[in-house]
């Protein structure tokens, strides 16, 4: 990519890709998008666990 339009030019097109690679996976997963820890069962669950391991040892 800098042998066709220099340095620059390749770091602002991966920058755009990878902002555009972004925001197609939070169009693509809204439940992503929509994650919350605080409320998660799984997180709330692995948060309990590691308390409950750092307790013990």
């Not at 770091?11 to 919350?36: I, N, Q, T």
């Amino acid at each position: 990519m800098a042998d066709l339009g220099g340095t620059r030019f390749s770091l602002g097109v991966g920058g755009l890709l990878c902002v555009g690679s972004v925001g197609l996976l939070a169009w693509l997963l809204p439940s992503f998008r929509a994650y919350d820890a605080r409320t998660s069962e799984h997180a709330l669950a692995e948060k309990a666990r590691r308390q409950a391991a750092h307790t013990e040892g």
